[in-house]
């Protein structure tokens, strides 16, 4: 079964950066995308970016300009690099496996990781 571990997560100040990691295991598949989710407590759960195995990136309106979503395939390796923080961005984020079609819904993934807690003081 595919399983995914997040890391990089922590507390840094406004304006700063972080960039979070997903490791992928038994991807055997050629395409399928991988994308980063967050949530805040008492809030919904949002869909941040995602990569396809193809190269397709998308992104949430609220991340564009901040955060960059790539890979290291060979390694089953999704980075997420977030620059400019704000406290909004503080939440817990996931990343999660899907089909080849997937963008930034939650119900277009099959696999998730446990999650890495990102913390943004003012």
């Known amino acids: 079964e595919v399983q995914l571990v997040e890391s990089g997560g922590g507390l840094v100040q406004a304006g700063g950066s972080l960039r979070l990691s997903c490791a992928a295991s038994d991807l055997t598949f050629d395409d399928y995308v991988i994308g980063w989710f967050r949530q805040a407590p008492g809030k919904e759960r949002e869909g941040v970016s995602s990569?396809?195995?193809?190269?397709?990136?998308y992104y949430a309106h609220s991340v564009k300009g901040r955060f960059t979503i790539s890979s290291a395939n060979a390694k089953n390796t999704v980075y997420l690099q977030m620059n400019n923080l704000k406290p909004e961005d503080t939440a817990v984020y996931s990343c999660a496996v899907g089909g080849p079609w997937a963008r930034l819904r939650s119900d277009e993934y099959q696999y998730w990781g446990q999650g890495t807690h990102v913390t943004v003081s003012s």
């Open positions: 990569i396809s195995s193809g190269g397709s990136t």
